[in-house]
């Protein structure tokens, strides 16, 4: 897997960089960036098949803002929230601007694996399927 | 306010109050007194001046008579005839048969002397020439005299006529009784303080008066104010105010009438009289002031029980706003902390992925490290978990609305704990209304709350104890109450019990969540929450909920 197909986007550095180590210890094929112009900037390049998008993000557009942007430029882009605010109106909002789910921090990296591989099995190619059974492999059984 | 304030209000009011209602009644009274003296006064002088008239009238009659008679005795009799002092005696009993109050009788030769005389005083043989009368009646043939002392050193008048007898003159002359003449008189005297009495030119009374004076003393009347007619003079002339004097002149003597009545004594006298009227009065100005005195107290009470109903109402609002801007910084605080955890718990979940590697593992010291990451989860997952409550809750979804049963989730709510309590020794009893009507809510969240309180109520009491849990119908609403016999809230801690986080158990046990939650539960359903407390019987939690009836299926 050379080119990332996934992309995960938040202002919080120690947060980016450690879950980015993570997911290359399991070889998933991810790239990081800590706003939501950056990200929208990267999209606007390549395509992305999930995004993993902080809601919170002061100083810039917010994961909802982005999120809708995102949709215009690449509708077919699977988007997982994140948000430390356990706000279901947001959560609610973010869905209703089509985004796949939204997970509360502190996030178990497990959880957000499971959420990216069902995302990824939702976009629906056979590279995708193939990289969601992958990812549902590096997840403890039951 | 203070009690102070209250307590000079309530003066002030009844002051007020007073002075409104006794000033006009004050102005009315002196009114209606001063109309009533001034028709009093009419009245009088009216009577008086009547009075004056006709006693006048009645002494004139008195003194034309005895003068007529007198004068009839000496022209059908002789100097010759008189002189002798038989034909004199009986002429005097027949003067005082016909007519009375003769004391005397006497003949006077023209040179002034008594030729003979009968009557109680030795007077014969005396010579009047020099006595004033004398003179009068020589000249004019008839004289009523004032009163004088005379020979005999006693106030009296007389009658006097004169006969001519060929070339002589002779005078017949009769004493008249002062004390009869002064009963006549008085007669005009009217009620208790009026008075009647005569006076000469010179104002010296000529008869006894009931009040003030002895006969021959100078009277307070000044007859050169009385007219020819009956006039009514007013005593504030005389030094006399209050008094007034009616005057009609005598026709057959040089003397004033005089009858007189005293106004402000008989008016003063009139109003002493009348004590059951003034009682009456004095008694309805107490009943005034009694009941000036009792509305005000009422209206005070009144307002001070508004005000503390309002100052309730104004702490049960402050106590709202607290908990909602309270609601809303955990909201913010959350953020703040769960980007922390978050970046706690990956740097954690680091750790792990690297323990995993095979050097590591080997290390002496590798359980350690696998359990202090494991720690350091488990209290990340405690800190998520409190905020995740607090907002959870808080920033709950609208509530669910459902048809629900409350009695049912509260049997539902007393069978989950029946247990745990039981082994506490703590008896849980309910007291539901069966005839409560459903409702529309969201049956989790008010099991929730139930569970709360009920978990608070067996926390308080620790062991052996009792909880009953009421539900009853309360006009348009459900009212759930949970009451315990543990040892109560001090006061200063009520207001603080819904605080989120304040709690009095120890860590780990209590985070100080549950009232809070349970109250923005019940506030979001349109409800109330409240608690009655009192240190060392017990405490009572009462929700309110309005009824909303289920739609029909
Ligand atoms: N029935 C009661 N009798 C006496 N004190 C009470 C009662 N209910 C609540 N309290 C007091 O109010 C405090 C706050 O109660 P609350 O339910 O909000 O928190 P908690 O019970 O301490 O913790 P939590 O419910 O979050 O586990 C309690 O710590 C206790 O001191
Ligand atoms: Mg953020
Ligand atoms: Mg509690």
Redesign the pocket.
């Known amino acids: 897997m050379d080119q990332p197909n996934i992309l995960v986007v938040d202002d919080e550095g120690d947060f980016l960089e450690t879950l980015m180590k993570r997911l290359q210890r399991r070889n998933i094929p991810a790239l990081g960036c800590s706003s939501g112009e950056e990200a929208l900037q990267l999209i606007r390049t390549s395509p992305f098949d999930v995004v993993v998008l902080d809601i919170k993000m002061p100083g810039g557009m917010d994961g909802i803002q982005t999120l809708k942007e995102i949709k215009k430029v690449r509708p077919e882009t699977e988007v997982i929230l994140l948000t430390g605010h356990a706000s279901i109106e947001t959560g609610m909002e973010g869905m209703q601007s089509g985004a796949y789910d939204y997970l509360l921090k502190p996030i178990l990296l497990e959880n957000l694996l499971e959420k990216m591989a069902q995302a990824l099995e939702r976009r629906g190619g056979a590279a995708q399927r193939a990289q969601s059974e992958r990812i549902r492999s590096l997840l403890p059984k039951g | 306010m203070d009690k102070h304030l209250y307590s000079r209000l309530q003066t002030k009011i009844i002051l007020l109050t007073l002075a409104v209602s006794f000033t006009p009644l004050l102005l009315l009274g002196v009114m209606i007194y001063r109309q009533f003296a001034a028709m009093y006064v009419e009245k009088i002088r009216e009577q008086i001046h009547f009075r004056a008239e006709s006693r006048a009238d009645a002494v004139d009659l008195f003194l034309a008579e005895r003068t007529a008679i007198l004068g009839a005795i000496a022209d059908t009799h002789s100097l010759a005839e008189m002189a002798r002092e038989e034909t004199l005696a009986s002429c005097l009993a027949i003067m005082n048969a016909r007519a009375g109050a003769f004391v005397d009788l006497g003949v006077i030769d023209q040179h002034g002397t008594q030729l003979a005389y009968v009557g109680p005083y030795d007077l014969a043989g005396k010579n009047y020439y020099e006595q004033p009368w004398f003179g009068q009646v020589m000249s004019r043939g008839v004289h009523i005299s004032d009163v004088y002392l005379g020979f005999r050193r006693l106030p009296h008048f007389i009658i006097a006529v004169r006969r001519q007898e060929g070339q002589r003159n002779w005078v017949l002359r009769a004493t008249i009784d002062p004390e009869l003449f002064g009963r006549i008189v008085q007669v005009g005297q009217i009620g208790k303080t009026g008075d009647a009495f005569v006076v000469n030119r010179e104002g010296i009374l000529q008869t006894q008066p009931r009040h003030s004076g002895n006969i021959l003393e100078p009277s307070p009347v000044r007859p050169t104010l009385f007219g020819k007619q009956t006039m009514t003079v007013d005593g504030a002339l005389l030094g006399r105010p209050g008094v007034l004097y009616a005057g009609t002149w005598l026709k057959s003597a040089d003397w004033l009438l005089v009858v007189s009545g005293d106004v402000e004594e008989d008016l003063a006298q009139l109003f002493s009289a009348r004590t059951i009227q003034t009682l009456i009065i004095v008694g309805g100005m107490l009943a005034i002031v009694l009941t000036t005195i009792f509305t005000t107290r009422t209206l005070v009470r009144q307002m001070i029980q508004a005000e503390t109903r309002l100052r309730e109402m104004d702490a049960q609002l402050i106590q709202t706003d607290k908990l909602a801007a309270l609601g809303k910084m955990a909201a913010g605080v959350a953020h703040e902390i769960n980007n922390p955890l978050a970046v706690i718990l990956q740097k954690t979940g680091w750790m792990r992925d690297l323990l995993e590697e095979e050097d590591l593992r080997d290390s002496p010291n590798f359980r350690e490290f696998r359990d202090a990451v494991l720690k350091v989860e488990e209290h990340v997952e405690r800190a998520r978990k409190v905020v995740h409550d607090m907002l959870g809750y808080a920033r709950r979804m609208e509530p669910r609305a459902e048809a629900i049963e409350v009695n049912r989730i509260i049997d539902q709510t007393v069978d989950i704990l029946k247990n745990y309590a039981r082994n506490n020794s703590i008896d849980i009893r309910t007291e539901l209304d069966p005839a409560l009507p459903p409702t529309t809510g969201d049956g989790a969240q008010i099991q929730q709350v139930i569970l709360?309180?009920v978990?608070?109520?067996i926390?308080?009491i620790g062991r052996n104890g009792l909880i009953v849990i009421r539900s009853e119908h309360a006009g348009d609403a459900i009212r759930i109450s949970v009451a315990?016999n543990?040892?109560?809230?001090p006061e200063h801690?009520q207001r603080k019990?819904?605080d989120p986080f304040?709690?009095?158990?120890n860590t780990g046990?209590?985070?100080?969540?549950?009232?809070?939650i349970?109250y923005t539960i019940i506030e979001k359903m349109g409800g109330t929450m409240t608690l009655q407390?009192k240190p060392g019987e017990g405490?009572t939690?009462t929700i309110t909920l309005p009824i909303v009836p289920p739609p029909p299926q």
């Open positions: 709360n309180l978990n608070n109520a926390d308080a315990d543990g040892p109560g809230i801690l019990v819904f304040f709690t009095t158990k046990k209590g985070t100080g969540l549950g009232l809070w349970s407390s405490t939690f």
